[in-house]
């Protein structure tokens, strides 16, 4: 198997890539992150890398904090992704995918624990609203053509119980055997709390540990 850390990008402590460099991607394992940057916005979509700890401060200021406060098991890097429609990674060699690991960045979990500006408080005022975040990961083969979707929730209020409730604030495991074969993943959240412009709630999640059935070395192109 390949374990997809991305603790072998080298980063400063506290700190994050976000893809200013114009590179339009990065590479851990033989696995090819990409990524969008506009120059002149100073923004940016898809994926970027992070060992921030920030699991505290609310707001678009700390977009680039995990929930968990580290990697998983405590390590130090591990992806974000600001969905604006999809993201997406692409393997060197078509492989079937174990899983992954996925949380709340520190943002998008505060937004909904608390409300703010623009997202409302997941719950609502009486804590009956049947909110929900998550996450959609669809399996594309080298040739383009889907596979599935596997759907994870980052949040969800829905039961009738109220104590059932949760927002996922530890590594969560994905289980995305079933997509079986693939060359590529792409992801998307949706949300409950939807306004005119979109989804309210911060469209972000954090990875890590995405693991490969094969041991890749080689770099996708």
């Given at each position: ?68 406060g580290k990697g998983f098991g405590?390590s130090g890097n591990y992806a ?104 590529e993943l792409r992801f998307r ?33």
């Amino acid at each position: 198997q390949t374990v997809v850390t991305l603790n072998e990008l080298n980063l400063p402590l506290e700190s994050f890539w976000n893809g200013s460099d114009g590179s339009g991607s990065f590479v851990s394992s033989g696995v090819t992150f990409f990524n969008e940057y506009n120059a002149v916005w100073q923004s940016w979509s898809g994926f970027a890398y992070s060992n921030k700890s920030d699991s505290i401060t609310p707001g678009y200021d700390n977009q680039y904090s995990a929930i968990t406060g580290k990697g998983f098991g405590g390590s130090g890097n591990y992806a974000v992704s600001y969905i604006f429609s999809s993201s997406r990674v692409r393997l060197s060699v078509p492989d079937s995918v174990p899983g992954l690991y996925i949380t709340n960045s520190t943002y998008a979990y505060m937004a909904m624990k608390y409300g703010d500006a623009i997202s409302k408080k997941f719950g609502g005022a009486t804590g009956n609203d049947p909110d929900y975040f998550r996450l959609l990961i669809s399996g594309f083969k080298a040739s383009g053509d889907s596979v599935g979707t596997v759907i994870s929730y980052l949040a969800d209020f829905r039961d009738t119980d109220p104590a059932k409730d949760y927002l996922v604030k530890t590594w969560k495991w994905v289980d995305l055997k079933p997509l079986g074969e693939i060359q590529e993943l792409r992801f998307r959240l949706e949300s409950s709390d939807v306004g005119t412009y979109g989804i309210n709630t911060p469209t972000y999640f954090c990875f890590d540990n995405l693991t490969l059935k094969k041991a890749i070395t080689s770099s996708a192109s």
